[in-house]
């Protein structure tokens, strides 16, 4: 296990050496392995294609370090974690963003998605059972959240990263939070729309 993994990160690094002499879209698998020393067999055995290594430097470096723990006290404090990780190699992000944005937000999104859904379950369960969200209404939230997030943290990359992610994941937890209460109140009946 332990050789496998070397094995992916010296793929990894090639990928990101490679990222600053071109653009990821123009850099093809036989690159990568020649750059890394693997033949083209090995990487196929780990990745179907490069957009799956890809993945996997996101899921590695930002996005597994950062879920551990989560929990709705510290959330903000993990996704500034990630955006502070983002901010390291910025040049790598910000080209895999603007090179593989499709194929980066639909995972994006499906690990998004699933978060959001796992945290309204949660907080469904605390609430009394008539307050509470139908499934199909539960998936839509997640689904919205999801995506508010997503396309933030890209936008903000594709931007160049200039907001401190302090100031931006600090402006997320207020806006979640008013949703929150306000979801709450209509819920209640306290509010009409």
């Known amino acids: 296990m332990a050789e496998s993994n070397l094995t992916k990160k010296a793929m ?6 490679l990222t600053k002499e071109k653009s990821f879209d123009r850099i093809s698998v036989g690159e990568i392995t020649e750059r890394a020393g693997v033949n083209r067999q090995t990487f196929y055995y780990h ?3 490069k957009y799956e290594l890809l993945e996997w430097i996101y899921d590695t470096e930002i996005v597994a370090p950062n879920l ?4 709705f006290d ?3 404090e993990k996704l500034c974690n990630s955006m502070n990780l983002l901010r390291k190699n910025k040049s790598f992000y910000m080209d895999t963003v603007r090179h593989a944005d499709e194929y980066l937000t639909r995972v994006f999104l499906e690990k998004a998605e699933s978060i959001f859904q796992s945290a309204i379950e949660i907080v469904s369960e605390q609430i009394p059972e ?6 199909e209404s539960e998936g839509l939230l997640a689904r919205f959240f999801a995506y508010g997030f997503c396309g933030t943290i890209i ?3 594709d931007t160049g990263m200039r ?3 302090e100031h931006l994941t600090g402006a997320m937890r207020e806006v979640l939070t008013a949703c929150e209460k306000a979801a709450y109140k209509y819920k209640k009946g306290e509010i009409e729309l």
């Open 155 to 157: 936008e903000w990359i």
């Open 74 to 76: 510290n959330w903000d």
């Open 12 to 17: 990894a690094d090639s990928l990101k050496a």
């Open 163 to 165: 907001e401190s992610p």
């Open 68 to 71: 551990s723990e989560l929990s």
């Open 47 to 49: 990745f179907k294609d």
């Open 130 to 135: 008539k307050s509470r969200l139908d499934e």
